[in-house]
Nanobody
């Protein structure tokens, strides 16, 4: 069992930055690929970024490439999402997710564990 808790969301002006963190419980954090997703009310949850178990492989959705960076610290059981050059269209609830399969995680097909989410609001 893995429990995930996101933090770091908030209100920021367009062009600003935020860093989201996702702290995981349990001793098996390094056994899971990790990902970030986001959801806007009335729309489906959208894949944002994913990272392999050892951090050597990362994936991003096209709309955030060059602006967002996913990273992880397995010693701290934490995954991060550094978000720069934020745009109003990045406004959403951001969710952390964990799954044994990086492929399925980045495809948005499956995530075994989800955090409760953190709100990110970007004002214009």
């Amino acid at each position: 069992q893995v429990q995930l808790v996101e933090s770091g969301g908030g209100l920021v002006q367009a062009g600003g930055s935020l860093r989201l963190s996702c702290a995981a419980s349990g001793r098996t954090f390094s056994s899971y690929a990790m990902g970030w997703f986001r959801q806007v009310p009335g729309k489906e949850r959208e894949f944002v970024a994913a990272i392999s178990r050892n951090g050597g492989i990362t994936y991003y959705t096209d709309s955030v490439k060059g602006r967002f960076t996913i990273s992880r610290d397995n010693a701290k059981n934490t995954v991060y999402l550094q978000m720069n050059s934020l745009k109003p269209e990045d406004t959403a609830v951001y969710y952390c997710a964990a799954d044994a399969s990086l492929g399925l995680l980045k495809s948005g097909s499956r995530a075994t564990y989800w955090g409760p989410g953190t709100q990110v609001t970007v004002s214009s």
